[in-house]
Each structure stands twice: as C-alpha cells, then as structure tokens.
C-alpha cells in the first residue's frame, strides 16, 4: 500500500486542521493506521492509531481530548483532527500503516513498529 498525506498548513495558536491520509494500492481495511510527527531536531513520536475497523483508538498523552482519529475505509483515507491547537504540535505529520492487530502501546508506538508511511505534511502553529 502507498500513502499520501495531505491538509498541513499554518494556523494560530486554539485554531484547529485536519489531516488526511490517503492509501491506494492494497486492501485498505486490512492494516491498522496511525499518525507519527517529528519537531525539528526531535525524534520521530506517536500521536494516534486506529485499529482496522475503526472502532478503537489510541492517544498520546499530550493530544488526549484534542485530537480525534478516525478512518473511512470506503475511501481509503485516515483522518487526525487537531483542535486547540498548540504551538508544542508544530512538527512534519507522518501517517503509517501496520499489518498487525496490536493491543499494548509498547507493541504499536515505535516508528518500528511500521513498514508502511507517507511522504509528510508540515503543521505550523504559531503563537
């Protein structure tokens, strides 16, 4: 599967985006999808995943209440809106795919725990 990750822009300090993640190439519903961002100078860092059939989600601590993920599988696309933005959540936005179901945060929350990501889009909140 290939992905595209679009919706990345600049945005004042409580405004809010949403990304997406668009995927084409394989069966989209058989891969759970997560989001990942990278500040500058800062290691690449969980933000969200969403289990294959969208009914389960998963957070990092600092974008709980936030942010939400969710995914259409007719369209092949997974989302992250970002409400009260932060100027903390400035970083590139990478979307990732995994095969596997998963269950514990120490089997889904590393980069390496992916095979699959997208190209990036930039967010930029200023304050």
């Known amino acids: 599967v290939q992905l595209q990750a679009s919706g990345g822009g600049l945005v004042q300090a409580g405004g809010s985006l949403r990304l997406s993640c668009v995927a084409s190439?394989?069966?989209?519903?058989?891969?759970?999808m997560a989001w990942f961002r990278q500040a500058p100078g800062k290691e690449r860092e969980f933000v969200s995943r969403i289990r294959r059939r969208g009914v389960t989600t998963y957070y990092t601590d600092s974008v709980k209440g936030r942010f939400t993920i969710s995914r259409d599988n007719a369209k092949n696309t997974v989302y992250l809106h970002m409400n009260s933005l932060k100027p903390e959540d400035t970083a590139v936005y990478y979307c990732?795919?995994?095969?596997?179901?998963?269950?514990?945060?120490?089997?889904?929350?590393?980069?390496?725990?992916?095979?699959?990501w997208g190209q990036g889009t930039q967010v930029t909140v200023s304050s």
């Open positions: 190439g394989r069966t989209f519903s058989n891969y759970a």
């Open positions: 990732a795919a995994d095969e596997g179901e998963k269950y514990y945060y120490r089997d889904y929350a590393a980069p390496s725990d992916y095979s699959i």
